[in-house]
């Protein structure tokens, strides 16, 4: 069973930064560049989003509630995605959850999420 293990949570001011890592430790390595990456995060009451994804060849979708705002970037060596979220506001506070796709490998792996707050 494949684990994705998110980190960089945490409480931050609106306004301020956070950087969120997910590790695949357990993908096997010659196939982590085959895996869409992703984003997502669910608020208290509302429904998971995707947040952002990127691809084997580093395309990228974003939320709308996002773009101009978040970066995520992948680093297939490590075996690493991360989230890059400036100019944070209070809604985006959410637990932020990692995930791995592959249609062709019927791969759809998540993390346990990691908690954001944005508040003063």
């Known amino acids: 069973q494949v684990q994705l293990e998110e980190s960089g949570g945490g409480l931050v001011q609106p306004g301020g930064s956070l950087r969120l890592s997910c590790v695949g430790s357990e993908i096997t390595s010659s196939l982590y560049d085959v895996y869409i990456m992703g984003w997502y995060r669910q608020a208290p009451g509302k429904q998971r989003e995707l947040v952002a994804r990127i691809d084997s060849g580093e395309n990228t979708i974003y939320g709308d509630a996002v773009k101009g705002r978040f970066t995520i970037s992948r680093d297939n060596a490590k075996k690493m995605v991360y989230l890059q979220m400036n100019s944070l506001k209070p809604e985006d506070t959410a637990v932020y959850y990692c995930?791995?796709?592959?249609?062709?490998?019927?791969?759809?792996?998540w993390g346990q999420g990691t908690q954001v707050t944005v508040s003063s």
């Open positions: 995930n791995a796709a592959n249609s062709i490998l019927h791969a759809n792996y």
